[in-house]
């Protein structure tokens, strides 16, 4: 078997780097408002772009642009310079669905890869993408059964995309689900006029909703209050089931999440990953990655329709279930690259001897540690306290301005 790639959402910074120390093959992130998650990440630019592009050719990981919203005229000539500018700043390729980005990104021999937008279910649609992409990501609609059947076609039959190699199928493994089909939703159209197919959605699935008889006006009694609420997907107890299907590419969902999810999830299906390769896959380790996976934002785990089902699992709760969260308690304002020393100067809460923080930064990403002592003036203390400078050691090299922020149980 091949190693199977997985590629990581980057929505700052610091997942940036987060994806990078987690073992990710391949980031996809967003510039400007031409993305599906333009209003709940943050907003590279053009001028990010060249950033990311040369930070991920030194770190050997493929970079893959979102333009997968659709697009209007007033935006064709905005599309046409940002895909000038993935083309010449060597972007892997490019994520859409709208054809005017694929036509105008073939037409300039740039590589395209084709969104879940696209809501490719069958064999025919791959074999018609196939002239413009090499790789497809499948409806999340689909069963592992329906996916393995167009992986085996694309081999027997020797589909292959632009550049002449086979078409790659691409799935998504873990993150928030929509309850809408391929995520056409027009939810959030209709009621504040912001568009879920272009970045703008206002996620009004995930509140409470009551139930009314319009013609009685009697509410009806439902068993979950969150019915339009998936639970999050995850497919980490199966994903030797997912590599046989034939897929090539895993990617997480979560440009809108936070580097310690980025670092958490992408770790643990590259674990998993390479344990299936290795022929090591063990429920043992099944168990270990999934109270990794609970330990960051989710809204309670579900397999998805890959193994034939239905119908959804909804949320029981609006926001997260994490068994854990983090506080914010300082920033670091030195770090003594000879001693291993960080200084911080505590900002909120406390900390003491035994804690787990995380320590993220734009260079930095994301690192968990736990503290083995806490000095202040030098000397050893019990715990520090909001307004104090205290010094900690840590082995990793650390910024200026990093944030610190204490693992405390979930909410």
């Not at 780097?17 to 391949?26: L, N, R």
Request: aromatic content about 8%.
């Amino acid at each position: 078997m091949q190693k199977i790639e997985i590629t990581a959402p980057v929505g700052s910074w610091e997942s940036l780097m987060a994806a990078i120390e987690a073992g990710a093959d391949s980031v996809y992130f967003g510039v400007g408002i031409l993305n599906m998650r333009a209003r709940s990440s943050v907003n590279f630019t053009l001028r990010d772009l060249v950033k990311i592009t040369r930070i991920c050719r030194k770190h050997n990981l493929k970079t893959y642009l979102t333009m997968n919203t659709v697009i209007f005229d007033t935006e064709v000539k905005e599309m046409k310079r940002m895909v000038d500018s993935a083309k010449k700043n060597g972007v892997t390729a490019i994520i859409a669905s709208d054809h005017a980005v694929i036509r105008y990104a073939r037409s300039v021999e740039m590589p395209v890869h084709m969104s879940t937008q696209t809501n490719i279910t069958n064999l025919e649609a791959v074999k018609y993408w196939s002239q413009d992409a090499g790789v497809m990501v499948t409806a999340r609609e689909l069963s592992l059964e329906q996916v393995a059947a167009i992986t085996k076609v694309i081999k027997r039959q020797k589909i292959t995309g632009p550049d002449g190699s086979l078409v790659r199928i691409e799935v998504f493994a873990h993150g928030a689900l929509c309850m809408a089909v391929s995520g056409k939703c027009y939810l959030s159209l209709d009621h504040y006029n912001k568009s879920a197919n272009r970045g703008a959605c206002y996620q009004l699935c995930r509140r409470p909703y009551h139930v009314t008889d319009t013609e009685t006006g009697i509410e009806l009694e439902i068993d979950n209050e969150y019915i339009m609420s998936p639970k999050d997907l995850c497919t980490i107890g199966f994903l030797d089931k997912i590599v046989r299907a034939g897929v090539s590419i895993l990617k997480i969902e979560g440009r809108g999440r936070s580097p310690e999810y980025v670092k958490t999830v992408v770790s643990c299906y590259r674990d998993a990953a390479d344990s299936v390769i290795a022929g090591n896959f063990t429920p043992e380790k099944v168990n270990q990655w999934t109270d990794r996976l609970k330990t960051v934002y989710n809204r309670g785990f579900w397999d998805g329709y890959y193994l034939g089902r239905k119908m959804g699992e909804w949320a029981e709760q609006h926001g997260s279930v994490a068994t854990e969260s983090k506080e914010y308690v300082g920033r670091i304002t030195n770090y003594y690259t000879k001693l291993k020393v960080a200084e911080i100067k505590m900002e909120s809460g406390q900390l003491k001897h035994g804690d787990r923080v995380y320590i993220q930064g734009p260079t930095t990403g994301s690192i968990e540690i736990t503290i083995p002592e806490v000095r202040v003036d030098l000397q050893p203390v019990l715990k520090t306290m909001k307004g104090e400078h205290c010094s900690i050691t840590v082995e990793t090299l650390l910024r200026r301005a990093d944030k610190v922020y204490k693992i405390v149980p979930g909410k």
